[in-house]
């Protein structure tokens, strides 16, 4: 077991330093640099940059030297946990994540419990009544959870409360008064005021992705032997199906869960956009955006120790989850 | 036919010990209404599309001044025919903006099969003749028009002909390669799967939504926008079919465990023979049900990219161009015509979904 | 200081200006009837506006004296009585600033106001503030641009050559924090931050009508001198220009060069002033700079930074130091605190304004256009105006004259072609679906506001300009392009070689929505005429470097921005960048005298780096980079201007260069009822200017005056 996990974890800096090496040739493959964005703004609003200006910046951000060089630039910075600048920000990249990933972190885990808790529950029951009324009720209604686009069913749900509801606080997450008082039970209200939207929207559209995965996944699992043998023993119906059949159903669900621990980061980027919550999705979106190569490529870091990590965690869980999986 | 229904229904639960595999799942797939319902639906849905300029009046790109987000128009009967009612345009200079006051005392009759732009059906043929018309300087949006004044039936149906098709192939790729590689490294396991784990966790670190900015950004000046989106969609199916390779391997690894592998092992059975008999058709339920997904998600997906400014964009054509034009306060608020394309995404998605359901269905036939 | 050579010319020029006020002599462009648009509705919004100027330069306003009894907001008063703050009295400099505004009335201390913006990148967030306060400026634009006046600085002084100019600031200024200020933190800013921090470089407005950067003289604490090495008459109007002081690492971030920093303060983070720094320092002192992000830094400005989220807003805070009081002698401003709130999606912003969660809203600023007044207008307990652009084309397009390929850039060096092209575009349609019926057709000019189309033979000049090839005309349009030999074979116009002509229509794949209608629209009426044109959306951030290097073909999503007089932002007239619609011939330009000029000569121009190419002798380019030279640096207001109109003249004569659509439409702008001083479009001084940010938008109308009618309702 431990020369399984040092084994993943070498292959995990390998990976992470091949990518390093990929994503920055990536990134830095278009023509044009972040500062021709700046440059940009800058004119379309009427200003000017020099040509002297435009050099100096080059150099200040190591712009003008040769590909090799200016990764290994970076690479030193990254090994002495110094990200590098953000040069549309104009902010080290680590206090610019660090900033964000509170709300981050609550959007998504909210998104994630809600997903399990929903989907879980709702697909077992579909698959367990099949082809009743109620499962073809919850059918369509999921279909049509997958079917709508997130940013439009994020923008109609924000114009309802405002215009129909009459709420006041949407977008964001907090009202201007909360912003920056302590934690208070108004604020708390206030924050839930402003939660359920978002939260309304990823169970919609991500929870029925899952529940339909669930209801597959059962599907499947209930032809087993061994849950045939578990009914033909006369064991309770509830006992077969949570003990034995959700159990193993769970197994390409935990896999995915894996490759979902990116998202802890980069996910609900869409439904962050449109609802105004100030989480680090849209702030790599952005960075990739203008080509702020600095804040692009720790986002594109994080992101694959996380992926990395998760799927070392998925096979760990898979094991521990059913018996049948060896790790060697 | 009448008696047949009884007659099959009979037959089938005698003979399902007998009868082919794929008999069986058409069988189990005609079972589901919902299904059936969902490929009529899409029949239609993609006969439009390929009739889209025969059946939509005006040219898609063509902007009209004077009807500039004209509501879809008002229909009346006059002198024994479907008519349109004449509607003057009028700025309201508080609101900055055009109202189009119906006067159904002038009106003009709709002509079938007139003449009006010309246009290639398929791309081949041509022709000028459309299923409606309004003669005169009468105009007729049956869906309203968009802020250029354009008509939004003939873009809606431009529209399905990209938003229908592009994304479809990359989807089958993703599926074959992600299907084939999954069963792969899950049956072997040891070095092949070793390799195969890293290879899939290098592609799944790769970053898509770079991936998209740097293809859009590396590719020609001047290529046609839908020609771009489907070349990236292509490239992105190379290193799409992680995902499910992943989920198949997981599937794979629970049945390698299983008796009957170990037995027709045992019995001497060749490791292609056992993958193609016995592990491919056992994951064969979980790829339909994910490849069957993909083809919706492809959709979603490209409306999704629209929004953030990396799939289509305009002048471009596609339901993710219209969704995200409408993407927009006012459009909620007043212009609510202007959502009608929105209706007919979740619509086919969920056709495509109530398809692939049906699908997951039949390929378990025993269940 | 001042050489005596009689009454110097401006002195004569700023006296007269003394007696003239009150005079107000109608614009001479006013006659905007005859742009045969005929659209009846418009004029409610549109009106070309009236300007002040009483004769023919920029108009130079006096400080005004104040001889009353200071007055201080309630909250600094009981501090004053704890012994926290010292009084009034000594908080304000001497004179104090007293705002010269006409329709300003006395106000009331007090509340807090929401100001919001729609930017990812949280630059907007403290942009919107930064030209909204204008602190730091020594010296201010008023009129919209058609007056400077004194600001920081009480009065200025040339010397007779045009190579000196003293500025006097108020004597007794103060940081924010209480410390005094000094010329010492304008020299600390030019000696010890420019050419030492990233990418902070002397800008233009610094330096000589040569190109050499300015030497600074301190004469005493509140005096300074700024020495040219060659006349540099347009010095006042570079002081003028901009809020002054940018937070942005690349120093001018969109909002213009700064011109100081509290050297109190910042020195102890400046490696020159504490040598134990590591060698990063610098990047530390990119945060310690930005005087909105970090509350320890000073300002001078009408509120202080408070608070800072990234990506959400920014607060600030009444500066109990602030130079400014009204007539009335109240120290300003009078609302206690400000916040800008950023909202990611421009459409959460929409419905944030719909729901009064935004006290003012500037809608130039945040990128609210026309079609949104449909949505907003109804928004309860708000007023919608609208201030004037001053923009001389709106969206306009135009193409890359050093494209690569030999074949097109011969045709967009062909004035027969241009002025066909610009004839085939169907302008009504734009003005009536992009701008609703607001605004004047046009060919495409400078600003109608800029100061040389008011005097001489100026409006004649725009008049012409302004409808030279602004009709549309298919037939003409067809004709000239086949005189040209560009005949129709098959469905399309071919090169007179027979090769095919494929048009692209360029923008950023991100642009303005009206902007990419406004290139779909220019699309379909090309295509009327034959030509195949097609839009073509190009990514962003390559945007920039392939068209310095004639890579693509047209910009379709620009908007002339230029100042209040076209020599001070020149660059549309004149190439003098890499970036507009000859970008190598202005690389060219720019390069002259550096180091680089005429570097990599043996390579071909579109291989170069930085890609150059020299004008060629005789051409347009030429004629207008020479007449800018002689322009810059000629002392007598007069002929300066009639070299601009010469320089306009080869514009006529050889372009268009650059096409507009509408000129002057107007900006939508809202503000809550009771918000008061603020200035409605015929309140302003020529029904506003608000595009060029050289003028700073907001900043001009002297925020820091604005009050609420019941401050207790706005805590």
């Known amino acids: 077991m431990l020369t399984y996990l040092a084994r993943r974890l070498g292959y995990m800096i390998i990976l992470l330093w091949v990518i390093s090496i990929v994503g920055f040739w990536l990134i830095n493959l278009p023509p044009g640099t972040a500062l021709d964005i700046k440059i940009q703004q800058i004119e379309a609003q009427g200003g000017t940059v020099s040509t002297q200006q435009i050099q100096a910046l080059e150099q200040a951000y190591g712009l003008n030297l040769p590909l090799p060089e200016r990764y290994l630039q970076w690479m030193g910075g990254v090994l002495h946990g110094n990200f590098g600048q953000s040069i549309v920000f104009g902010q080290p990249v680590a206090s610019l994540l660090w900033?964000?990933?509170?709300?981050?972190?609550?959007?998504?885990?909210?998104?994630?419990?809600?997903?399990?808790?929903?989907?879980?529950?709702?697909?077992?029951?579909?698959?367990?009544?099949?082809?009743?009324?109620?499962?073809?009720?919850?059918?369509?209604?999921?279909?049509?959870?997958?079917?709508?686009?997130?940013?439009?069913?994020?923008?109609?749900?924000?114009?309802?409360?405002?215009?129909?509801?009459?709420?006041?606080?949407?977008?964001?997450?907090?009202?201007?008064?909360?912003?920056?008082?302590?934690?208070?039970?108004?604020?708390?209200?206030?924050?839930?005021?402003?939660?359920?939207?978002?939260?309304?929207?990823?169970?919609?559209?991500?929870?029925?992705?899952?529940?339909?995965?669930?209801?597959?996944?059962?599907?499947?699992?209930?032809?087993?032997?061994?849950?045939?043998?578990?009914?033909?023993?006369?064991?309770?119906?509830?006992?077969?199906?949570?003990?034995?059949?959700?159990?193993?159903?769970?197994?390409?669900?935990?896999?995915?869960?894996?490759?979902?621990?990116?998202?802890?980061?980069?996910?609900?980027?869409?439904?962050?956009?449109?609802?105004?919550?100030?989480?680090?999705?849209?702030?790599?979106?952005?960075?990739?955006?203008?080509?702020?190569?600095?804040?692009?490529?720790?986002?594109?870091?994080?992101?694959?120790?996380?992926?990395?990590?998760?799927?070392?965690?998925?096979?760990?869980?898979?094991?521990?989850?059913?018996?049948?999986?060896?790790?060697? | 036919?009448?008696?047949?229904?009884?007659?099959?229904?009979?037959?089938?639960?005698?003979?399902?010990?007998?009868?082919?595999?794929?008999?069986?799942?058409?069988?189990?797939?005609?079972?589901?209404?919902?299904?059936?319902?969902?490929?009529?639906?899409?029949?239609?849905?993609?006969?439009?599309?390929?009739?889209?300029?025969?059946?939509?009046?005006?040219?898609?790109?063509?902007?009209?001044?004077?009807?500039?987000?004209?509501?879809?128009?008002?229909?009346?009967?006059?002198?024994?025919?479907?008519?349109?009612?004449?509607?003057?345009?009028?700025?309201?200079?508080?609101?900055?903006?055009?109202?189009?006051?119906?006067?159904?005392?002038?009106?003009?009759p709709l002509t079938l099969f007139g003449q009006g732009y010309s246009y290639k059906l398929l791309g081949i043929i041509p022709a000028n003749r459309h299923l409606f018309e309004v003669n005169g300087n009468y105009k007729i949006y049956l869906l309203g028009t968009d802020e250029l004044g354009r008509d939004m039936l003939a873009r809606i149906l431009k529209g399905a002909q990209v938003s229908l098709t592009v994304g479809v192939v990359a989807v089958i790729i993703t599926t074959i390669v992600g299907g084939l590689l999954g069963t792969v490294s899950g049956y072997f396991g040891g070095l092949i799967d070793t390799v195969m784990q890293r290879v899939i966790e290098f592609l799944l670190s790769m970053p898509t939504l770079a991936l998209w900015m740097v293809l859009t950004a590396i590719l020609p000046v001047g290529m046609p926008i839908v020609e771009r989106y489907f070349l990236i969609t292509l490239i992105l199916a190379l290193i799409g079919w992680t995902g499910l390779a992943r989920q198949v391997r997981g599937k794979v690894m629970g049945y390698k465990a299983q008796d009957y592998t170990s037995a027709a092992r045992l019995s001497g059975a060749s490791h292609w023979r056992i993958i193609v008999q016995h592990l491919v058709p056992n994951s064969f339920s979980h790829i339909v049900a994910v490849a069957a997904l993909g083809i919706p998600a492809a959709i979603l997906a490209e409306t999704t990219l629209s929004f953030l400014g990396l799939g289509m964009l305009p002048p471009a054509i596609s339901w993710g161009v219209l969704l995200e034009e409408m993407q927009k306060v006012q459009v909620v608020e007043q212009d609510t015509w202007l959502m009608i394309p929105a209706a007919l995404v979740v619509f086919a998605v969920t056709c495509f979904l109530l398809i692939g359901d049906g699908l997951r269905d039949a390929v378990d036939p025993y269940g | 200081m001042f050489e005596k050579k009689g009454i110097e010319r401006r002195d004569f020029l700023r006296l007269s200006a003394v007696m003239a006020a009150g005079t107000i002599v109608a614009a001479c462009g006013g006659n905007s009837g005859n742009s045969g648009s005929g659209g009846s509705s418009s004029a409610s919004v549109t009106q070309r506006g009236t300007y002040h100027i009483t004769k023919t330069d920029v108009e130079y306003i006096q400080d005004i004296a104040f001889k009353g009894t200071l007055k201080e907001s309630p909250?600094?008063?009981?501090?004053?009585?704890?012994?926290?703050?010292?009084?009034?009295?000594?908080?304000?400099?001497?004179?104090?600033?007293?705002?010269?505004?006409?329709?300003?009335?006395?106000?009331?201390?007090?509340?807090?106001?929401?100001?919001?913006?729609?930017?990812?990148?949280?630059?907007?967030?403290?942009?919107?503030?930064?030209?909204?306060?204008?602190?730091?400026?020594?010296?201010?634009?008023?009129?919209?641009?058609?007056?400077?006046?004194?600001?920081?600085?009480?009065?200025?002084?040339?010397?007779?050559?045009?190579?000196?100019?003293?500025?006097?600031?108020?004597?007794?200024?103060?940081?924010?924090?209480?410390?005094?200020?000094?010329?010492?933190?304008?020299?600390?800013?030019?000696?010890?931050?420019?050419?030492?921090?990233?990418?902070?470089?002397?800008?233009?407005?610094?330096?000589?009508?040569?190109?050499?950067?300015?030497?600074?003289?301190?004469?005493?604490?509140?005096?300074?001198?700024?020495?040219?090495?060659?006349?540099?008459?347009?010095?006042?109007?570079?002081?003028?220009?901009?809020?002054?002081?940018?937070?942005?690492?690349?120093?001018?971030?969109?909002?213009?060069?700064?011109?100081?920093?509290?050297?109190?303060?910042?020195?102890?983070?400046?490696?020159?002033?504490?040598?134990?720094?590591?060698?990063?320092?610098?990047?530390?002192?990119?945060?310690?700079?930005?005087?909105?992000?970090?509350?320890?830094?000073?300002?001078?400005?009408?509120?202080?930074?408070?608070?800072?989220?990234?990506?959400?807003?920014?607060?600030?805070?009444?500066?109990?130091?602030?130079?400014?009081?009204?007539?009335?002698?109240?120290?300003?401003?009078?609302?206690?605190?400000?916040?800008?709130?950023?909202?990611?999606?421009?459409?959460?912003?929409?419905?944030?304004?719909?729901?009064?969660?935004?006290?003012?809203v500037t809608g130039d600023q945040i990128g609210l256009t026309l079609s949104d007044v449909s949505t907003l207008s109804s928004t309860q307990g708000m007023d919608l105006w609208y201030w004037d652009s001053g923009s001389g084309t709106a969206s306009m397009y135009f193409f890359n004259r050093d494209y690569f390929d030999e074949n097109y850039r011969n045709l967009f060096r062909n004035k027969t072609f241009q002025q066909a092209m610009s004839?085939?575009?169907?302008?009504?349609?734009?003005?009536?679906?992009?701008?609703?019926?607001?605004?004047?057709?046009?060919?495409?000019?400078?600003?109608?506001?800029?100061?040389?189309?008011?005097?001489?033979?100026?409006?004649?000049?725009?008049?012409?300009?302004r409808t030279q090839y602004s009709k549309y005309d298919l037939t003409k349009a067809g004709q000239m392009l086949d005189s040209i030999g560009v005949k129709k074979n098959?469905?399309?116009?071919?090169?007179?070689?027979?090769?095919?002509?494929?048009?692209?229509?360029?923008?950023?794949?991100?642009?303005?929505?009206?902007?990419?209608?406004?290139?779909?629209?220019?699309?379909?009426?090309?295509?009327?005429?034959?030509?195949?044109?097609?839009?073509?959306?190009?990514?962003?951030?390559?945007?920039?470097?392939?068209?310095?290097?004639?890579?693509?073909?047209?910009?379709?999503?620009?908007?002339v921005g230029d100042g209040p007089n076209c020599l001070t932002y020149v660059n549309w007239l004149v190439p003098e960048d890499n970036q507009r619609w000859a970008p190598m011939e202005g690389e060219w330009f720019l390069l002259q005298g550096t180091p680089q000029e005429g570097q990599q000569a043996n390579l071909s121009p579109w291989s170069r780096n930085p890609a150059w190419l020299q004008p060629d002798a005789g051409g347009p380019v030429e004629k207008l980079q020479a007449l800018l030279k002689q322009a810059v640096s000629n002392t007598d207001f007069f002929k300066r201007n009639s070299m601009v109109w010469e320089i306009m003249k080869v514009h006529m004569e050889e372009g268009p260069f650059f096409v507009g659509t509408v000129a002057n439409y107007p900006q939508v702008e809202m503000a809550k009822t009771d918000l008061k001083n603020v200035p409605r479009q015929n309140q302003t001084w020529t029904g506003g200017f608000t595009n060029p940010w050289t003028i700073v938008p907001n900043g001009k109308y002297s925020p820091w005056t604005w009050f609420w009618e019941n401050p207790s309702q706005h805590s």
């Open chain 3, 75 to 360: 909250q600094l008063a009981s501090m004053v009585k704890a012994g926290q703050l010292p009084p009034v009295k000594q908080r304000v400099p001497s004179p104090p600033y007293v705002e010269p505004m006409e329709w300003l009335v006395e106000g009331k201390y007090g509340g807090s106001w929401t100001w919001v913006c729609s930017d990812p990148t949280d630059q907007q967030t403290s942009n919107n503030l930064i030209n909204g306060m204008y602190g730091h400026s020594p010296l201010r634009w008023l009129h919209d641009g058609a007056a400077i006046g004194p600001f920081m600085a009480h009065s200025w002084t040339w010397n007779s050559a045009f190579t000196q100019l003293t500025l006097h600031f108020r004597q007794g200024l103060k940081w924010s924090d209480g410390h005094a200020w000094s010329v010492d933190d304008i020299i600390y800013w030019w000696e010890d931050e420019i050419n030492t921090l990233p990418g902070w470089v002397a800008s233009q407005e610094f330096r000589s009508s040569k190109g050499t950067p300015v030497t600074m003289a301190k004469v005493d604490d509140y005096t300074l001198r700024l020495e040219y090495d060659a006349p540099t008459p347009l010095a006042v109007d570079f002081v003028a220009m901009w809020a002054k002081r940018g937070t942005s690492s690349i120093n001018t971030g969109g909002v213009g060069p700064q011109m100081m920093d509290p050297k109190h303060y910042l020195s102890q983070f400046h490696i020159k002033y504490n040598p134990s720094l590591p060698s990063t320092w610098a990047t530390d002192y990119m945060q310690k700079v930005d005087w909105l992000r970090n509350p320890d830094n000073p300002t001078m400005a009408a509120w202080k930074a408070k608070d800072y989220k990234s990506g959400q807003y920014i607060t600030v805070e009444r500066n109990p130091y602030f130079w400014a009081i009204d007539k009335w002698g109240n120290q300003l401003p009078y609302i206690d605190e400000l916040t800008n709130e950023n909202y990611q999606d421009p459409n959460s912003m929409r419905l944030a304004i719909q729901q009064g969660k935004a006290d003012f």
């Open chain 1, 99 to 328: 900033s964000r990933i509170a709300f981050t972190l609550i959007i998504a885990i909210t998104g994630l419990i809600m997903a399990w808790l929903v989907a879980v529950p709702i697909g077992v029951y579909s698959a367990t009544h099949r082809y009743t009324m109620p499962d073809y009720v919850i059918t369509a209604l999921q279909f049509i959870g997958v079917a709508v686009p997130e940013f439009l069913l994020a923008l109609i749900l924000l114009v309802f409360a405002a215009d129909v509801l009459g709420q006041h606080n949407i977008g964001g997450l907090f009202s201007a008064q909360y912003q920056n008082s302590p934690w208070s039970i108004g604020k708390i209200v206030d924050f839930l005021g402003h939660l359920w939207i978002p939260v309304v929207v990823i169970a919609i559209t991500s929870t029925a992705w899952q529940s339909r995965v669930m209801r597959a996944n059962m599907l499947d699992v209930l032809n087993y032997q061994y849950v045939q043998t578990a009914r033909a023993k006369g064991v309770r119906e509830s006992l077969v199906i949570w003990k034995h059949a959700v159990r193993n159903a769970l197994h390409p669900m935990v896999m995915a869960l894996g490759t979902q621990l990116p998202l802890l980061l980069s996910g609900e980027l869409v439904v962050s956009i449109v609802l105004n919550l100030p989480s680090d999705g849209p702030l790599y979106y952005e960075a990739l955006q203008n080509k702020d190569m600095y804040l692009a490529m720790a986002f594109l870091m994080v992101t694959a120790a996380l992926l990395v990590l998760g799927n070392l965690l998925a096979d760990l869980g898979l094991a521990w989850l059913d018996p049948r999986v060896r790790l060697e």
């Open chain 2, 1 to 108: 036919m009448a008696v047949a229904i009884p007659l099959e229904d009979v037959a089938k639960v005698q003979d399902v010990g007998q009868i082919s595999q794929f008999t069986l799942m058409r069988r189990r797939f005609m079972q589901s209404k919902l299904s059936l319902f969902g490929i009529v639906a899409l029949a239609i849905l993609y006969a439009m599309a390929i009739l889209a300029p025969f059946l939509a009046p005006y040219d898609p790109t063509a902007p009209d001044s004077s009807n500039i987000l004209r509501p879809p128009s008002t229909l009346a009967f006059a002198n024994g025919s479907l008519s349109v009612c004449g509607q003057t345009q009028i700025l309201n200079p508080r609101t900055l903006t055009y109202h189009y006051a119906p006067d159904c005392g002038k009106s003009q």
């Open chain 3, 490 to 559: 098959g469905q399309w116009r071919t090169f007179a070689d027979g090769s095919p002509l494929k048009i692209l229509i360029q923008y950023a794949s991100n642009a303005n929505p009206a902007d990419i209608n406004k290139c779909q629209l220019l699309a379909s009426d090309w295509q009327k005429v034959g030509i195949n044109a097609v839009d073509d959306p190009v990514q962003p951030t390559s945007r920039l470097t392939l068209w310095g290097q004639g890579q693509l073909m047209t910009y379709c999503d620009w908007e």
């Open chain 3, 423 to 465: 004839l085939a575009y169907n302008r009504d349609q734009v003005r009536k679906t992009i701008y609703f019926e607001q605004g004047e057709i046009t060919t495409g000019t400078m600003s109608p506001k800029a100061v040389e189309y008011h005097v001489g033979q100026g409006p004649q000049i725009f008049e012409q300009w």
